[in-house]
């Protein structure tokens, strides 16, 4: 099975200057079960039990600096401290995990990714949106032109 | 994760004291990354290495320079926009007076004339071998190449990176175009062997030009400065943001609903 990309486009100048994350954040998905709302925060990406999933980020202007700082599932108050502390430095984490076997299939598993920036005690962003929705095995033949590899 | 490290050259100092040390200040775009003696001719500029728990690179590491003269036109502004139509209008006004003449004897001189004066027609050049063709001074008014003063206007540039963390690996400089006209055209980038962690030296080769007035004529002479300056590559190694650890694992989703374990 492949791994799912999620990767995170961000206009960090926009962002750092008072445009909202829904207006300088852009998420795309590679799912090959069907995605909703590419390019926006609201990204909802199907993924499979099993599956791996791998967050990255670009900053749209190559040479600014942004980084996921953390990534927390369910509804977690925009407050809540961040899912990882600050050992390691974060431009050394990587965000990628398996999705559980054993989660009914369905709803959308909401989840809030903490960017951050090219500064020590710096401003974290919370960008609240985006979901994984699990689909039973196999939906990725049946969304995509599975019909042929089904036969 | 690209580097962006800023000279600032005091050209007319450094002139003066035919020597870069004392008039040479550096910034860098990696302070929080723990980049030392920010403003200073010292500074070094820390390479954040990320490595994989097997010791391949994680991600890349790219350093980028750019000088300036600190008396130099402000980089906002293209040095010629004022003055973008100035080689077309002696263009138009040489086709006026051409348009104007019967004899071919008279094409011949208008044409010599305007040689002399402006160089080839319908070419872009500056008179003065090295100089821009439009020189302004910072606050953008048009300055004589024949004045002295003009010195301080003009950019250092750049014209070799060389030195131990070129000879041993560490940094591999080339210059690229690009279409910036505050760079005339051109910026010199490294990528970096992040596996070479430590302090490593290099040497900027910095070209500054100083004008010598002798008789009525300014003649502009090219110096090479070299510039010692150091980077810091470290070393840390990519862990999941997950788990903590070089592996992934199971996602944090939300525990399953209590409805559906009744219900298996």
Redesign the interface.
Known sequence: MTPVNIQVFVDVIALLSGASPAQAVHLFDDSSAGSEALGTTGLVSSVLPGQ??RWTVTPLD??T?VW?R??A??AAPPDAPP??ADD??V??????????A???PGAP?PYRLDLCF???N?PIVAVEGPA?RLVPPCADMVAGDGASRLL | MQNSIVLLVDVEAALADSDLADNVYLVDNTRALGSRDEGRATMVSCVAGVHNPDGSPAAEAVLNWIAYGISALPPTLPRSFNLRSHHVAHDHALLEKLAATTHPRDVAALLAAHHEEHGAFGAQRSAMPYLPVDPRSATGEFVSPDAVDYAAHLNPEIVAIRGEAVEKGVIFPALYGSPDFYTEGWYWSASVDTNKVGLHDYILDLRLLRPTRSGGAVTWAPEIHPFKVQIEVSASTMVNGFTGGPLPGVLPLAPPLPAAEGAL
Do not use: K, M, N, T
Request: cysteine-free.
């Open positions: 791996l999933v190559v040479q600096q996921i953390g990534i599932f369910g899912s990882a390691p430095p431009w050394s984490r990587r965000f990628e995990g398996y999705v559980p054993d989660i009914f598993h090219g500064a020590a710096g994984l």
